[in-house]
């Protein structure tokens, strides 16, 4: 029941987490563009959080108890009257092939990066698909915990989680939660057959 209780918590600490960073940097408003400033902090928020709502789903997952999946016919869309190989045709060029356009990477910088407001389309795009992951936390952690079981039936190696990095920037209730997901985890996996 404690288990349960910590996951419900770590998740409305994420998604209060997730919204107010959605919110101080004003994507509630679907903004066009937003300052550079805002966009750095921002983003670096954002893969911090990814990393906390990845753990907490991989945590769900692993503390799901699900039925054996059922076996199930699979299915073949090869065609048996395609068993011939075909031939293939060879070009033989004299001439070698027309070059490409001069690649970007070997230019000089056309331009000085201006300060100013970026495109928010990005920010807000991530932003709005971590909502909808924390929305459908459930939903994914059930898909995880059935790929779970087939990577411990195929024999694949049991992962280890580090602890994460950088957590002095998270919140302290963050910083607990993240620091909780480490240990949770690497216990949760003692479970999983060593392949050793």
Known sequence: MEHDDFLRQSWHAIAHALAEAGVIAGLHAAPATIAKKVKRRLTSELRRLAVLLRRLIFLMALSMELAPAASREGRNWFRPEDTSPKARRLIFRLAPAPSGPFPDSLRPMQHIPQPGPVDAAPVTARWQAMLDVLKHARRRATRLARNIQRW????????????????????????????????????????????G
């Open 152 to 195: 411990q039936a195929a024999g694949v190696a049991k992962p280890y989680v580090l602890p994460m990095a950088r957590t002095h920037r998270l919140t302290p209730e963050l910083g607990l939660i993240a620091g909780a997901f480490t240990s949770l985890i690497n216990q949760a996996l003692a479970r999983w057959p060593d392949t």
